[in-house]
T-cell receptor
Framework: GNSVTQMEGPVTLSEEAFLTINCTYT??????LFWYVQYPGEGLQLLLK?????DKGSNKGFEATYRKETTSFHLEKGSVQVSDSAVYFCALWERRALTFGSGTRLQVQP | DVKVTQSSRYLVKRTGEKVFLECVQDMDHENMFWYRQDPGLGLRLIYF???????EKGDIPEGYSVSREKKERFSLILESASTNQTSMYLCASSLPDRTLSYGYTFGSGTRLTVV
């Protein structure tokens, strides 16, 4: 079946540091890939997505590239802010329903 | 502003009670989903529905049932609540789209504690 593996957190960074959160997946076909973000006390919000190989999703300074050869969709941001502190979920879609990773908590310190 | 609304933010119930979690969306979405969120486990799919009166089991349906009598409303039912069902429950909806171009819209969640 489908599965998503994310790096364990928490990830603690200083403001303006470079962020990478690793995500790899297992799927039978060609899924769509997503990153969702959950700010404290809120539901999940769609951050970015990519629907086919080599697509790059981007939003709010975050980027992720769909790499079919390495089955990966790593999330990156060049300069994080305190307001980026949240839990980030990688997910894949293949016909049925979204399959989520376990989530990675990001803490950004001033 | 389009919304998925979950009726309760916090809920405390006793072991053995029948519990109803309600979810309503105003986007005319065909698809609706129930997940539970637990630390270290991410979100796990309980049930989903592609249309009125239609339901499909997710990955962890045991101890749960659902009802979808109207397009906008999707209810999760805990037949006899147990302490291992203490969790955050998230409802979501989406359009029927082969690539899920617009993703899911999530509600704010219901934190259920079973004592």
């Amino acid at each position: 079946g489908n599965s998503v593996t994310q790096m364990e957190g928490p990830v603690t960074l200083s403001e303006e540091a470079f962020l990478t959160i690793n995500c790899t997946y297992t799927a039978t076909g060609y899924p769509s890939l997503f990153w969702y973000v959950q700010y404290p006390g809120e539901g999940l919000q769609l951050l970015l997505k990519a629907t086919k190989a080599d697509d790059k999703g981007s939003n709010k300074g975050f980027e992720a590239t769909y790499r079919k050869e390495t089955t990966s969709f790593h999330l990156e941001k060049g300069s994080v802010q305190v307001s980026d502190s949240a839990v980030y979920f990688c997910a894949l879609w293949e016909r049925r329903a979204l399959t989520f990773g376990s989530g990675t908590r990001l803490q950004v310190q001033p | 502003d389009v919304k998925v609304t979950q009726s309760s933010r916090y809920l405390v119930k006793r072991t053995g009670e029948k519990v109803f979690l309600e979810c309503v969306q105003d986007m005319d979405h065909e698809n609706m989903f129930w997940y539970r969120q637990d630390p270290g486990l991410g979100l796990r799919l309980i049930y989903f529905s592609y249309d009125v009166k239609m339901k499909e089991k997710g990955d962890i349906p045991e101890g749960y049932s659902v009802s979808r009598e109207k397009k906008e409303r999707f209810s999760l039912i805990l037949e006899s609540a147990s302490t291992n069902q203490t969790s955050m429950y998230l409802c979501a909806s989406s359009l029927p789209d082969r690539t899920l171009s617009y993703g899911y819209t999530f509600g704010s969640g219901t934190r259920l504690t079973v004592v």
